[in-house]
């Protein structure tokens, strides 16, 4: 059996429970084959002079897998994390050209950083080994290996989603970076839909022609496509939810709020996720069923990220003066509509705030996947279980038909669909969470990472074959 190399942009510490949904996946696989994770440390030097410890790859036995990690330069940081993947790609892929910075020395940062990360992680490899990246931070990584001459199958999975080409083709080296896809032998995506995209946008913009077995030729190579929707551990967050951190949440949220109708969501505070549209659609519902006043209340975690990146701040202005208005014109001394907490909250007490509420509001603007969906319906108590909201431009509503599908900027349509959430009579509610739960637990983190290295394996097959 081939040893599994990942490579993602931050390696996560496999022993520490409160790792999200990327870290979890990839764990498992590596645990399978006794595997190697490449990635940034998250350390970041002032040093410029090449002097330090940036260069050096630090190794790190965890269990039988092996971690491989470097670290950046506050140059490398800002131009290739920062700046290329979270101000230039970050937006385009979630069709936000509005705040994309297009930079051209960010370019040139992302390009230098993933030949730096190929290059330490080149005299790691071994002949046989099978290679997984991970996600947009990293499109090049496989151009610059083969340009150092690796042959290993290399295969690609990008989490968040895939534009359509004419927006694509806002980025002015998309040329470059879509044809730094044909080097890896196998291209994931989250849903057919992103597939699509990528179909049409080679399609169009490089004349390519497809092969059977799913695969597309163009810029002289042919590489495999296919969607791998990405899934969760269902058996170990059920198993959390029932725990005793669980239950005691659980225990506490339902006391506190027995008098009430809880609502949650759960999300980085990411302008990609829809949380104003989302605040103002539950403003809508208090405003268009006043029998929700004094009794539905919304928990909004908004855990913090790339707090660096202007579009970030912003919107966390936007959402301290928006739960602020609407707790001014509807709270009460005893009763406050909207708890938005903006902090990180422990990974052990979300099952049990999960099957405490009566609704989530997973309504993101566009998103890849979205795990916060999953993991909810996977914390209900299948017996009296809540409703799930879901964003139709979320990739999850690709395979959950059976949640009520929004549109998060139809904010009147919104707040409808959430009274009917709120008001859904137990046998609809038992009906519908039955059917996600077989579909989360169909395809669940474990087909999703087997299904990819599978299809990956066999494209090695085929390759050698023709
Ligand atoms: C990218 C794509 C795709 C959130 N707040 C807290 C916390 N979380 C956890 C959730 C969940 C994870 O973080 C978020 O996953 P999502 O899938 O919802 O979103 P992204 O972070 O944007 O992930 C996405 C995913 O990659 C995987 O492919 O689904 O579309 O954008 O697990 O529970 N965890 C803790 N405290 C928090 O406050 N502990």
């Not at 040139?108 to 190929?118: L, P």
Request: glycine share 6%; with cysteine; charged share 20%.
């Amino acid at each position: 059996m081939s040893r599994l190399v990942v490579v993602s942009n931050r390696v996560a510490d496999p022993r520490k429970a409160a790792a999200g949904g990327l870290a979890v996946a990839v764990k498992e696989s590596l645990e399978q084959t006794g595997g190697l994770w490449f990635g940034w440390s998250g350390n970041i030097h002032d040093t410029e002079s090449g002097q330090g410890t940036h260069g050096e790859v630090r190794l790190q036995t965890v269990g039988n897998i092996k971690l491989a990690t470097c670290d950046l330069t506050q140059e490398d940081y800002a131009g290739y994390y920062l700046g290329y993947a979270n101000d230039v790609l970050w937006p385009v892929f979630h069709y936000r050209l509005d705040l994309a910075n297009f930079d051209i020395r960010f370019t040139a940062t992302y390009r230098r950083v993933n030949r730096q990360f190929a290059s330490r992680l080149m005299p790691l490899l071994r002949a046989d080994d099978l290679i997984w990246v991970h996600d947009y931070h990293l499109i090049p990584l496989a151009a610059e290996l083969r340009a150092m001459g690796c042959t290993n199958r290399i295969g690609f999975f990008l989490h968040i989603p895939m534009p359509p080409p004419l927006i694509m083709a806002a980025i002015p080296e998309h040329e470059w970076l879509m044809r730094s896809l044909f080097a890896y032998d196998l291209v994931g995506f989250q849903s057919p839909a992103d597939v699509a995209h990528f179909t049409s946008y080679v399609e169009s913009e490089a004349g390519a022609s497809p092969l059977p077995d799913n695969r597309l030729l163009a810029f002289n190579r042919s590489v495999r496509v296919g969607a791998f929707p990405i899934g969760i551990d269902v058996d170990g967050f059920s198993d959390l939810a029932t725990a005793q951190d669980g239950i005691e949440m659980f225990n506490r949220m339902r006391e506190e709020y027995s008098r009430r109708r809880l609502l949650l969501g759960v999300d980085r505070l990411d302008y990609s996720k829809g949380l104003p549209q989302r605040v103002n659609a539950f403003r809508e519902l208090l405003a268009l069923y006043p029998e929700n006043r004094n009794s539905a209340t919304l928990i909004q975690i908004a855990s913090p990220s790339r707090e660096d990146v202007s579009a970030y701040s912003i919107l966390r202005s936007q959402m301290d003066s928006l739960c602020g208005a609407i707790n001014g014109e509807y709270g009460e001394l005893d009763w406050m509509p909207v708890r938005y907490i903006h902090r990180n909250v422990a990974r052990k007490r979300l099952p049990g705030l999960y099957r405490a509420s009566r609704v989530a509001l997973v309504t993101p603007l566009r998103d890849g996947m979205n795990l916060v969906a999953k993991e909810f319906i996977a914390a209900q108590d299948p017996t009296d279980p809540g409703v799930l909201v879901l964003s139709r431009f979320a990739g999850a509503a690709e395979q959950l038909k059976d949640a009520l599908l929004v549109n998060p900027y139809d904010t009147q349509g919104t707040a409808h669909s959430i009274q009917r959430a709120l008001t859904m009579p137990l046998d609809e509610r038992i009906r519908r969470h039955k059917t996600l739960m077989s579909q989360i637990r169909q395809f669940d983190v474990r087909w999703w990472s087997s299904s990819f290295l599978d299809a990956l394996a066999q494209t090695a097959t085929t390759d050698m074959a023709s």
